[in-house]
């Protein structure tokens, strides 16, 4: 049985555009400032709220 390696290659993918609305980045920033101040991590809500930026920015750029 022969495989083909690129077959990711002949897929279409749809492009969508992310908006985030001003109630989810509120939803964003209440996250992190519950983790921040409820359970006093700073440090790990800073790095979830960066952590989902930088993840909504990937699929931003990203071209099929």
């Not at 985030?20 to 790990?44: C, K, R, S, V």
Request: charge should be neutral.
């Amino acid at each position: 049985m022969k495989y083909v390696t690129d077959w990711r290659k002949n897929i279409e993918m749809q492009q969508y555009k992310i908006t985030i609305n001003e109630l989810a980045e509120q939803d964003l920033e209440n996250a992190g400032d519950y983790i921040a101040f409820e359970l006093l991590n700073p440090i790990a809500a800073e790095n979830m709220v960066k952590g989902i930026r930088e993840q909504i920015n990937k699929k931003l750029i990203k071209r099929w």
